[in-house]
């Protein structure tokens, strides 16, 4: 009967299931390896985007996609590729607009943004067109740059609610990090 108690009580205080834990790091490691070689892979932007977020699906069920670039010409948030149902589209430069925006609002802050899709979306109504289907639950929003720079954002949505646990674990950091470093690389003579 004590052991019990002290089993509980032990449960309580440690709310990570160690087996758990053990099988996330396995799944991170393999997470990590199989982005690898997409980083490599040559490419314009648009590809690595797509490549990236077709790898992100196999872990996160994403039903929609969207990347977001800030142009230092005039200083806006601009969606230049989208990934969803009805397949992906590049080329794209629509300026977003800044009222009652939650984009810009990460965007400065830069710090990822994870939530299970709420009754009311809380940016305003192109977001959120660019950023849900019908089916999203989960949205995240991830602020790249390279070395303390921004450059934009990684919009993903899922149907699967809590999908981005691992991204708000900071689990994909140094993932999302080397992704902004190839993506500036093929940005860096294009003008957005």
Do not use: W
């Amino acid at each position: 009967m004590v052991n019990d108690t002290v089993d509980k009580r032990t449960a309580k205080q440690s709310p990570v299931d160690p087996q758990a834990l053990q099988v996330n790091k396995n799944i991170s490691k393999a997470f990590i390896k199989s982005f690898e070689a997409i980083l490599k892979k040559p490419g314009d932007f648009h590809k690595l985007f797509f490549l990236f977020t077709k790898k992100l699906n196999k872990f996160f069920l994403i039903s929609r996609a969207s990347l977001i670039l800030y142009s230092r010409n005039d200083h806006k948030l601009k969606a230049v590729a989208a990934r969803g149902k009805n397949g992906a589209r590049e080329g794209l430069a629509l300026i977003l607009p800044e009222k009652n925006s939650l984009l810009y609002g990460i965007f400065a802050e830069g710090k990822a943004y994870i939530a299970c899709f709420p009754a009311q979306f809380p940016g305003n109504f192109i977001e959120e067109k660019i950023l849900l289907d019908e089916t999203a639950r989960s949205l995240a929003i991830i602020p790249i740059g390279k070395n303390g720079s921004k450059d934009g954002l990684i919009c993903l949505a899922s149907p699967i609610p809590g999908a981005f646990a691992m991204i708000e674990d900071g689990v994909m950091d140094g993932l999302i990090e080397n992704f902004a470093q190839n993506l500036n690389k093929r940005l860096s003579t294009i003008i957005i």
